[in-house]
């Protein structure tokens, strides 16, 4: 069936470096991808999202390409604040109504 | 409202209680999804309705477990004789469209309801 993997946290980061967190995933088909952040105190969010292969997802400077031929969907961001300290979550929407959640990676960003 | 409202944020249950947990989506929203999230987990789908109409409960653990949404806005969860594996964040989720209709899964989050069972 339907699934989705993400890489484990906690990552921990120093302001302004590089951020990835991988995820991928296996599908019957061709599913909308998303990744969600839930920041401490808040509810889930949607971060971004690509509807088919080889679209670019892009948001607050985070991105993450539906890459078909690896079946990934990592996110990316170029110089991370402490603002971006959250849990991550990617998720395959194989089907529309259940989603798949990955387990959520939570990263946090020290001055 | 502006955003997903839930109700209690937390609850304390002893063990063989009933709990009733309220989810106030977004106006006009048309579809609402109930997940269980458990500590260091991602959500797990528990149910889902379409306006008023209960379209898959598939995800529901046990008969102990019914949520309801009788005018097509507010929905409650109601868990009877509660567990302590029935401790757990619930999240309610509500969307613009019904799914299956163009919609890309996009879905707007209350800030959940913690119980925790003694």
């Known amino acids: 069936g339907d699934s989705v993997t993400q890489m484990e946290g906690p990552v921990t980061l120093s302001e302004e470096a590089f951020l990835t967190i991988n995820c991928t995933y296996t599908?019957?088909?061709?599913?909308?991808l998303f990744w969600y952040v839930q920041y401490p105190g808040e509810g889930l969010q949607l971060l971004l999202k690509?509807?088919?292969a080889d679209d670019k997802g892009s948001n607050k400077g985070f991105e993450a390409t539906y890459r078909k031929e690896t079946t990934s969907f990592h996110l990316e961001k170029g110089s991370v604040q402490v603002s971006d300290s959250a849990v991550y979550f990617c998720?395959?929407?194989?089907?529309?109504?259940?989603?798949?959640w990955g387990l959520g990676t939570s990263l946090a960003v020290n001055p | 409202g502006a955003g997903v409202s839930q109700s209690p944020r937390y609850k304390v249950a002893k063990r063989g209680q009933d709990v009733a947990l309220r989810c106030d989506p977004i106006s006009g929203h048309v579809s609402l999804f109930w997940y269980q999230q458990a500590l260091g987990q991602g959500p797990e789908f528990l149910t889902y309705?379409?306006?008023?109409?209960?379209?898959?409960k598939s995800g529901l653990p046990s008969d102990r477990f019914f949520a309801e949404r009788p005018e097509g806005s507010v929905s409650t969860l109601k868990i009877q004789r509660t567990q302590q594996e029935d401790s757990a964040v619930y999240l309610c989720?509500?969307?613009?469209?019904?799914?299956?209709?163009?919609?890309?899964?996009?879905?707007?989050f209350g800030e959940g309801s913690r119980l925790t069972v003694l």
């Open positions: 309705f379409q306006n008023e109409a209960q379209l898959d």
């Open positions: 998720v395959n929407a194989g089907n529309n109504r259940k989603l798949i």
């Open positions: 989720a509500s969307s613009l469209q019904g799914m299956g209709q163009g919609d890309t899964g996009e879905l707007f």
């Open positions: 690509a509807t088919k």
């Open positions: 599908a019957t088909g061709y599913p909308s």
